[in-house]
């Protein structure tokens, strides 16, 4: 039987690698973005993830059209960057309802369909900045951890009905999140020049990490293999970082982090 996926933010970058590659191993794929037109290849709704209504509009047509959902792949969203002092809370916020509260809209929405069905696969598009606070970038790490204890919490939840979830943690990745990131360097000028010189790197990083098609490829193979791993890092490297976080002292972790986006 064809298998239906949801992929958010499937009209550029991981999303959108991702939603090729799932097709290309057999599956109906939707994209959902703002964007009025996606991937003339992929099918697409034109949907906010912020906007409950939007979402359950979406998510109403691929029913009526395919009877079945398979496959979520929550990859929308996107990053603020600057001191915490001087972001105004309101674009705190506005980083949540995308980034967070997005993907709760989209994943309550198909809840219900896959617990019927006692089948599917929810797969969040985290970061490596969950496990490792990125100074700087303080909403947007925010944004990821708390994807990730979302994900191993509902992950228990809906186990009893063949719901498996994960989430996957990319690393420093090009596409265009870089140049998309609402940046302010408000109070650079008290932070001794910090803010810009953390932001820099963190974006030298991005411009020199892994492609988004090499990145959307395996987030889509984890997506089809159904496993009961909750969480995922792309790239051994970061697998290793990963995995030495959670070996340090908390205290000695964050200072080395500090030492590469804080100086």
């Given at each position: 039987?064809?298998?239906?996926?949801?992929?958010?933010?499937?009209?550029?970058?991981?999303?959108?690698?991702?939603?090729?590659?799932?097709?290309?191993?057999?599956?109906?794929?939707?994209?959902?973005?703002?964007?009025?037109?996606?991937?003339?290849?992929?099918l697409h709704i034109s949907a906010d993830i912020t906007?409950?209504?939007?979402?359950?509009?979406?998510?109403?047509?691929?029913?009526?059209?395919?009877?079945?959902?398979?496959?979520?792949?929550?990859?929308?969203?996107?990053?603020?960057?600057?001191?915490?002092?001087?972001?105004?809370?309101?674009?705190?916020?506005?980083?949540?309802?995308?980034?967070?509260?997005?993907?709760?809209?989209?994943?309550?929405?198909?809840?219900?369909?896959?617990?019927?069905?006692?089948?599917?696969?929810?797969?969040?598009?985290?970061?490596?900045?969950?496990?490792?606070?990125?100074?700087?970038?303080?909403?947007?790490?925010?944004?990821?951890?708390?994807?990730?204890?979302?994900?191993?919490?509902?992950?228990?939840?809906?186990?009893?009905?063949?719901?498996?979830?994960?989430?996957?943690?990319?690393?420093?990745?090009?596409?265009?999140?870089?140049?998309?990131?609402?940046?302010?360097?408000?109070?650079?000028?008290?932070?001794?020049?910090?803010?810009?010189?953390?932001?820099?790197?963190?974006?030298?990083?991005?411009?020199?990490?892994?492609?988004?098609?090499?990145?959307?490829?395996?987030?889509?193979?984890?997506?089809?293999?159904?496993?009961?791993?909750?969480?995922?890092?792309?790239?051994?490297?970061?697998?290793?970082?990963?995995?030495?976080?959670?070996?340090?002292?908390?205290?000695?972790?964050?200072?080395?982090?500090?030492?590469?986006?804080?100086?």
């Amino acid at each position: 039987m064809r298998k239906t996926a949801i992929v958010t933010g499937g009209t550029s970058g991981i999303g959108l690698f991702a939603a090729k590659e799932l097709k290309k191993r057999g599956y109906t794929v939707y994209t959902v973005s703002r964007r009025e037109n996606g991937d003339r290849d992929l099918l697409h709704i034109s949907a906010d993830i912020t906007n409950e209504e939007d979402v359950q509009r979406a998510v109403t047509q691929i029913l009526q059209q395919q009877g079945i959902i398979d496959l979520l792949i929550n990859c929308a969203g996107f990053g603020i960057s600057g001191c915490v002092e001087f972001t105004e809370t309101a674009d705190a916020k506005r980083q949540f309802d995308v980034n967070f509260f997005g993907m709760v809209n989209m994943t309550r929405a198909v809840l219900g369909v896959m617990r019927k069905q006692k089948r599917g696969r929810i797969v969040n598009i985290s970061s490596v900045a969950a496990p490792a606070a990125i100074p700087f970038q303080t909403y947007y790490s925010c944004t990821k951890a708390a994807i990730n204890d979302y994900t191993l919490a509902l992950a228990n939840e809906v186990r009893p009905y063949g719901i498996t979830v994960c989430a996957i943690m990319p690393g420093d990745i090009r596409t265009g999140f870089t140049a998309a990131r609402d940046k302010s360097c408000r109070g650079n000028e008290e932070y001794g020049g910090r803010i810009s010189r953390s932001v820099a790197s963190m974006e030298h990083d991005e411009q020199h990490g892994m492609s988004a098609e090499r990145a959307g490829k395996y987030v889509a193979r984890v997506a089809a293999k159904n496993s009961h791993k909750p969480l995922y890092a792309i790239g051994f490297s970061y697998k290793a970082i990963c995995v030495l976080l959670k070996l340090l002292p908390a205290r000695l972790a964050n200072y080395l982090v500090g030492l590469l986006y804080a100086k």
